[in-house]
């Protein structure tokens, strides 16, 4: 029987809560690469990425042999019980691949909140103490302390307090809302003077580029000043690379653009290529801290998100997806830098490599434009092409197309956002 994506959406929504948020109003029956195609044989690209999972696009062959060779040995032991190989070789692995060339140690979870969770446990057993400190903007996850550290209310921590103490704001430096690095970081200041002193402060977390927050970047004034405010007082700073990672900011993370090393990193999202996986690697001495039994999880590191993982970590190497991203990326910014002109709403095209957005704004001004925003996602899904929002204010569109995509493809996918842009 043909199914009908009129029918799938009825059953949705008296099958399924309202709080899952659903954007397409189609159902994917099948993709490959950078293309996916709904129960109706209606074929987009994907600028999606499954929220920046598919850096290596969907069901890549060395991905699929890999995970159908795992499953022919076993699918589940659970590691703490009996262990396997290939979860020390894949922790070895982001060991020598993360910035720093300090003694590392990396352990696996599910979900990218579980390994910000278990950074902040971590920091915590390292350290003695219980404070932490993010950014507003800053996405860390929908668990109560992912949702604490979230630096964004709706829809994230509406309705849903009270949420764990001890975790504070700053705020994030973004220029185009009058907001400067010196302006972050003398509010750290005034944080520790009124809320909460350096000395019962655990860890600051990051993230290098914000994800949900709007794509906005760090600047390395600001890393550099966390960096010695955490030297400074012995708090641990804690990059949270969940989105930015694999490749997507034009180097395999994005801290390796600030030429500093964080003393815990959270990874997931495009690390397994589509399967549930993420990791948390850090300082030796620092992982170490929990007792045998603090970390841990029954699914935590399975074995066939490993077995995924290795394949992708392979193909990023062997495909030069660093480099071909940073190209790519390149050609976007061109593209959207040369319509700005014909858009008065485009305020600001950011971002690092293939990490890229654009903001929209009223004209002549800075105030956010979600409305325009919401109309150019819409022109480009009619036209065949998957882009997200996000952002404080939902008036930023980012790009999260898989690094493999065909050049056809992608030059077929920016005539679709130049059009979407400019109504023609």
Same mark, same amino acid.
């Given at each position: $029987?043909?199914k009908?994506?009129? =029918?799938?959406l009825?059953?949705?929504?008296?099958a399924?809560p309202?709080g899952?948020?659903? $954007?397409?109003p189609?159902?994917?029956?099948?993709?490959?690469?950078s293309?996916?195609?709904?129960?109706?044989?209606?074929r987009?690209?994907d600028?999606? /990425?499954g !929220?920046a999972?598919?850096?290596?696009?969907?069901?890549?062959p060395?991905?699929?042999?890999?995970?159908? #060779? &795992?499953? =022919?040995?076993f699918?589940?032991t +659970?590691? *703490?019980?009996v262990p396997?190989?290939?979860?020390i070789?894949?922790?070895?692995?982001?060991? #020598?691949?993360?910035?720093?060339?300090?003694?590392?140690?990396?352990t696996?979870f599910?979900?990218?909140a579980e390994a910000?969770?278990n950074?902040?446990?971590?920091?915590?057993?390292?350290?003695?103490?219980?404070?932490?400190i993010?950014?507003s903007?800053a996405f860390?996850?929908?668990t109560?302390?992912?949702?604490a550290l979230?630096?964004?209310?709706?829809?994230?921590?509406?309705?849903?307090?009270?949420?764990?103490?001890?975790?504070?704001?700053?705020?994030f430096? %973004?220029?185009?809302?009058g907001?400067s %690095?010196?302006d972050?970081?003398?509010a750290?200041?005034?944080?520790?003077?009124?809320? !909460?002193e350096?000395?019962?402060?655990?860890?600051i977390?990051?993230?290098p580029v &914000? /994800?949900e927050?709007?794509?906005y970047?760090?600047?390395p004034?600001?890393? *550099?000043?966390?960096?010695? %405010?955490?030297?400074?007082?012995?708090i641990?700073?804690?990059a =949270?690379?969940? *989105?930015?990672?694999f490749?997507?900011?034009?180097?395999?993370? @994005?801290m390796?653009?600030?030429?500093?090393?964080p003393?815990? $990193?959270t990874?997931?999202?495009s690390?397994?290529?589509g399967?549930?996986?993420?990791?948390?690697t850090?300082?030796?001495?620092?992982?170490?801290?929990?007792a045998?039994?603090?970390?841990?999880?029954?699914?935590a590191g399975?074995p $066939?998100?490993? +077995?995924a993982?290795?394949?992708?970590?392979?193909?990023?190497?062997?495909?030069?997806l660093?480099?071909?991203?940073?190209?790519?990326?390149?050609?976007?910014?061109?593209?959207?830098? #040369?319509v700005?002109?014909?858009v008065? *709403?485009?305020a600001?095209?950011?971002?690092?490599g293939?990490?890229?957005?654009?903001?929209?704004? &009223?004209?002549?001004?800075?105030t956010?434009?979600?409305?325009?925003?919401q109309?150019?996602? #819409?022109?480009?899904?009619?036209?065949?092409?998957i882009?997200?929002?996000?952002g %404080?204010? +939902?008036?930023?569109?980012r790009f999260?197309?898989?690094?493999t995509?065909p050049e056809? &493809?992608? +030059?077929? @996918?920016?005539?679709?956002?130049?059009?979407?842009?400019t109504?023609t």
């Amino acid at each position: $029987m043909k199914k009908e994506n009129a =029918d799938l959406l009825r059953r949705k929504e008296a099958a399924t809560p309202r709080g899952v948020g659903v $954007m397409a109003p189609f159902f994917v029956a099948r993709a490959e690469n950078s293309e996916l195609w709904d129960v109706e044989g209606r074929r987009f690209i994907d600028f999606a /990425g499954g !929220i920046a999972v598919l850096n290596t696009g969907h069901r890549h062959p060395r991905v699929v042999e890999a995970v159908r #060779a &795992q499953l =022919d040995a076993f699918t589940h032991t +659970a590691y *703490q019980i009996v262990p396997y190989e290939s979860y020390i070789s894949l922790a070895e692995r982001l060991n #020598a691949v993360t910035p720093g060339t300090h003694a590392k140690k990396t352990t696996f979870f599910s979900t990218g909140a579980e390994a910000v969770e278990n950074a902040v446990k971590i920091a915590r057993a390292a350290t003695g103490r219980t404070g932490v400190i993010a950014f507003s903007g800053a996405f860390h996850g929908r668990t109560m302390m992912g949702m604490a550290l979230t630096g964004k209310v709706v829809p994230y921590k509406a309705g849903f307090g009270p949420f764990p103490g001890e975790v504070f704001h700053v705020p994030f430096p %973004v220029p185009l809302h009058g907001v400067s %690095v010196a302006d972050s970081l003398k509010a750290l200041q005034v944080l520790f003077k009124a809320d !909460i002193e350096p000395k019962r402060v655990a860890a600051i977390i990051i993230e290098p580029v &914000q /994800g949900e927050g709007g794509f906005y970047v760090a600047p390395p004034e600001l890393m *550099q000043g966390l960096r010695k %405010v955490c030297d400074e007082h012995g708090i641990l700073l804690i990059a =949270d690379e969940i *989105q930015t990672g694999f490749g997507r900011t034009g180097k395999w993370f @994005a801290m390796d653009h600030y030429g500093l090393a964080p003393d815990l $990193m959270t990874m997931a999202k495009s690390l397994a290529g589509g399967f549930p996986l993420s990791a948390l690697t850090g300082r030796a001495e620092v992982m170490d801290a929990p007792a045998p039994g603090g970390l841990g999880g029954t699914y935590a590191g399975s074995p $066939m998100a490993i +077995a995924a993982a290795h394949a992708v970590l392979d193909v990023m190497e062997e495909e030069k997806l660093v480099e071909r991203g940073n190209r790519l990326g390149g050609e976007l910014r061109d593209r959207l830098l #040369a319509v700005k002109a014909k858009v008065p *709403q485009m305020a600001e095209v950011r971002g690092l490599g293939a990490m890229l957005a654009v903001e929209f704004c &009223q004209p002549g001004g800075h105030t956010p434009d979600p409305e325009f925003t919401q109309r150019v996602r #819409a022109r480009a899904m009619e036209r065949g092409l998957i882009l997200l929002t996000c952002g %404080v204010y +939902a008036n930023v569109i980012r790009f999260l197309f898989p690094l493999t995509i065909p050049e056809a &493809q992608f +030059a077929e @996918a920016l005539g679709i956002i130049e059009g979407a842009l400019t109504g023609t």
